[in-house]
């Protein structure tokens, strides 16, 4: 199982923050994933394009629910 560390969120320039930290956590995650996808075969471009809908789909989930 994969365990993520967040500490409390940035009080100052909270996006850039928030952006920052969830990059260095989730990145090498993200490169492991299409790492394996291209060795499989798979086009990069299309994964990537792939990870960025799906973080699309959940936002828009969780934005009609507040």
Same mark, same amino acid.
């Given at each position: 199982?994969v365990?993520f560390?967040f500490?409390?969120?940035?009080?100052?320039e909270?996006?850039?923050?928030?952006?920052?930290?969830?990059?260095?956590? &989730?990145q090498?995650?993200?490169? *492991?994933?299409v +790492? =394996?996808?291209v060795?499989?075969?798979?086009?990069?471009?299309d994964?990537l394009?792939?990870l960025?809908? &799906?973080?699309?789909?959940?936002? *828009?989930?969780? +934005? =009609?629910?507040?």
């Open positions: 199982m365990e560390k500490g409390k969120p940035p009080v100052e909270a996006a850039e923050g928030i952006s920052i930290e969830c990059q260095r956590q &989730l090498p995650f993200i490169e *492991e994933i +790492s =394996a996808a060795a499989a075969g798979w086009n990069q471009k994964v394009l792939a960025v809908e &799906l973080a699309w789909d959940l936002y *828009e989930k969780r +934005s =009609a629910d507040l």
